[in-house]
């Protein structure tokens, strides 16, 4: 891959900004955006601790890759794994350069290869119609890398959240009323972010940052299993819960929720008309919802809860 921080070539240009290294937890948690005014103004999602994310470097074990078709033409979608989470990411259908380098991954995935992926990507964002953000990432590079580089990618994340943690730390401890107060507590760079992201979140517990840090350096360093690869299957070792079952309920209904709500926003935006069951798959796994979690969740809502039809095979709408 490219360098990380290119410069735009002629002053008629916006320069092309730096690619942050960003793990799932907190990106994904992100629901504040800045977007750009002008034509050459970069868009921003901001995290609760303050990271502006134009661009990202991020990196794990692939989880999920298809191709799908669309009028606009051959596009895809996928999933990359790290010890926090699941980025989503895209191949757009004007991005054919990238085109066939994803066939490439795709037969690999399908053939049961599970490998390390390091991806530079720019932020995308949906909303759904209650307000609420789903971020993934527009692929613009991406290379399979082996366990040496994947663990320093795992440091570089690692460093550059704990530094954002450590400034988030410092900042509840400053008056929000003026934006200079944070200039003694705040890195320089992240006082716009930090000021931003403190005056749209509510209070969050911080630590759970520093659990996915620490999940990170021990899988980098060795302490935890490390990433265990049997011939062509990478399989990255994250550490276990006790697997109880309220627990697993919890995440089960969690998923569902989420799933949910996108499927009756998206239902609702059509006032009415049919919508086919692809589309409606599409849309949750677009807002980071696993394609089986879809699949099961439009089940229920026909059966269970009713709260869905099927007034034609494969295309649904709101239940009367």
């Excluded at 999933?79 to 699941?86: A, C, K, L, N, Y």
């Excluded at 964002?125 to 971020?135: I, L, Y």
């Excluded at 265990?228 to 299957?233: A, S």
């Amino acid at each position: 891959m490219g360098d990380c921080s290119v410069i735009g070539r002629t002053t008629n240009r916006r320069v092309r900004q730096s690619a942050i290294r960003i793990f799932a937890q907190e990106y994904k948690g992100a629901s504040l955006v800045q977007q750009g005014i002008g034509e050459y103004d970069p868009s921003f999602v901001i995290t609760r601790l303050g990271a502006k994310v134009n661009r990202c470097l991020v990196a794990g074990v692939i989880d999920r890759l298809e191709r799908r078709e669309s009028e606009s033409g051959q596009q895809f979608f996928g999933q990359i794994r790290d010890p926090t989470g699941e980025h989503y990411f895209s191949v757009a259908s004007f991005q054919p350069e990238l085109h066939a380098e994803t066939e490439e991954l795709l037969a690999r995935f399908e053939s049961g290869d599970r490998f390390l992926l390091a991806m530079i990507g720019r932020a995308r964002w949906s909303e759904s119609d209650d307000g609420g953000v789903f971020t993934s990432i527009r692929a613009e590079d991406f290379t399979v890398i082996d366990q040496d580089r994947y663990k320093l990618w795992l440091v570089e994340a690692a460093d550059a959240t704990l530094r954002r943690l450590e400034a988030y730390t410092s900042s509840t401890e400053v008056d929000l009323a003026s934006e200079g107060d944070f200039s003694s507590e705040v890195p320089e760079d992240l006082v716009e972010g930090m000021t931003l992201a403190r005056g749209h979140y509510s209070e969050f517990d911080s630590e759970v940052y520093r659990v996915g840090i620490l999940r990170a350096l021990s899988l980098a360093s060795g302490r935890s299993e490390s990433i265990e690869m049997e011939g062509d299957i990478a399989e990255e070792a994250l550490p276990v819960n006790d697997g109880s079952k309220e627990e697993k309920g919890t995440l089960e209904q969690i998923g569902e929720a989420e799933a949910r709500d996108v499927i009756i926003g998206l239902l609702n935006s059509r006032n009415g008309q049919l919508v086919e069951y692809d589309d409606i798959v599409g849309a949750c796994t677009s807002a980071g919802v696993s394609r089986e979690e879809a699949e099961e969740t439009i089940d229920y809502m026909m059966g269970s809860s009713k709260e869905i039809m099927e007034p034609r095979f494969g295309f649904f709408q709101i239940a009367n």
